[in-house]
């Protein structure tokens, strides 16, 4: 192990202490817990009680405008500068999330007297501030896991919180069982099934279409560059996981809640809406489905731009065998990534039904509805990412040079 790749994963390991270190901190006004309250749910009254979720959220809704706003997606591909305006703004949009959810977290748990004994004295914008302290804390974090350590950050602060509820989960799991509320062969399923499932996504996760391209001898200088062959990889899933998922809800559930707005949260058909919209039930299995397969192909469309691609390779003087350089290149590239991502629509279609499917039909375990398809495939994808850098880590002298 280099030197270099051993100062990095020292450094993740030490920023995710921290991370569970701030899950034990209580925010502005809370004293330690009573004996009654759950150790394990201290996470919910830390610094760290939203998480990095509202600068996710953030992200999310700068990119869908960055879709459909000309100016804003010109202004992220114009480089470094550019880049930096839409981490800014990312930013300012997180202040304005986290403070909102913070203030209305703050205030619903002044509510609970087991919590706050003395409500009159509860400091809520006290509160409300370290709330949103944290996730800022939690936003600086990640990046320095992902300039000076191995891995994506936020990546990895999504897979410490997933994880460390598992053995909790298990031994739940393992009470069940030994009481007979659950049968051995149920448990047995769920294992051979979530086996089964890290391995096809492993498989997709890595799979690539690869689409061979040729680029003729090159004149640099006083040296020709012989006739040279590439490929050029379209990822079976462009288009991740967060996005598609995230924002599907949001269809359907920001007009229910405008309309719970106009007509009352009591009215028959609101309270009908809200009741077919919860998991596991077939309306909200059937129209999530079908958000998550549109949406990956419209997000697909926004990260791989056949067009742009066509542009590139005719500027470096390359061509796809059996096609014609420009406008029928970039129909060819447009076709591969569309057939590719019916595949990798269909992938996340069944990866974000996996806990609605148990819960549908009665067979799932206490775990399912939190360690799911969503939470699994975010874990994968960090695992394989930090392998493709220890990989390359490992096969570089200082300096960067390959061995």
């Known amino acids: ?50 998480g990095i979720l509202p600068y996710l959220s953030a992200a999310i809704v700068i990119r869908l405008l960055s879709l459909v706003w000309q100016r804003l997606n010109s202004r992220e591909k114009s480089g470094e500068n550019g880049r930096r305006s839409i981490a800014r703004y990312t930013l300012l949009l997180t202040l304005v999330f986290s403070t909102f959810q913070a203030y209305g977290y703050a205030s619903a748990i002044q509510t609970i007297p087991a919590l706050v004994p003395d409500p009159d004295a509860w400091p809520v914008f006290a509160a409300t501030a370290s709330i949103v302290g944290g996730v800022f804390v939690l936003i600086w974090l990640s990046e320095q896991i992902t300039h000076h350590g191995i891995g994506n950050g936020l990546a990895l602060i999504l897979s410490v919180g997933f994880l460390v509820s598992i053995p909790r989960d298990i031994a739940g799991i393992m009470e069940l069982l030994q009481q007979g509320g659950i049968s051995s062969n149920l448990v047995l399923g769920h294992v051979v099934f979530w086996i089964a499932a890290v391995a096809v996504m492993v498989l997709v996760e890595g799979a690539r279409r690869n689409i061979r391209v040729e680029f003729g001898a090159l004149d640099a200088g006083a040296r020709q560059l012989p006739a040279r062959s590439a490929v ?48 596991g039930q ?45 406008e029928a290149t970039a129909d060819y590239l447009d076709r591969v990534v569309s057939l590719t991502t019916i595949v990798g629509a269909v992938y996340l279609t069944v990866v974000q039904l996996i806990p609605e499917v148990f819960e549908l039909y009665g067979n799932g375990l206490p775990y399912s509805m939190v360690i799911n398809g969503g939470a699994t495939l975010v874990v994968v994808c960090s695992a394989l990412d930090i392998k493709t850098q220890v990989r390359g880590l490992s096969l570089t002298n200082p300096g960067g040079v390959r061995r």
């Open 1 to 50: 192990m280099s030197g270099e790749l051993a100062r990095r994963i020292g450094f993740t390991i030490g920023a995710l202490l921290l991370f569970r270190l701030g899950t034990q901190i209580p925010f502005v006004g809370m004293g330690p817990p009573s004996l009654s309250f759950p150790a394990h749910e201290m996470v919910r009254l830390s610094i760290f009680a939203l």
């Open 282 to 326: 077939p309306v909200h299995m059937m129209l999530m489905s079908v958000a998550v397969f549109v949406l990956a192909f419209v997000y697909t469309a926004y990260v791989v731009d056949p067009e742009a691609s066509a542009r590139s390779l005719a500027q470096r003087g390359g061509t796809i065998r059996d096609v014609a350089p420009g």
């Open 232 to 279: 050029l990889p379209i990822k079976l899933n462009s288009a991740g996981f967060l996005i598609p998922v995230t924002v599907a809800p949001w269809i359907f559930f920001l007009p229910l809640a405008f309309a719970g707005f106009i007509l009352g949260g009591d009215h028959p058909l609101v309270a009908a809406a809200y009741r077919h919209f919860q998991l």
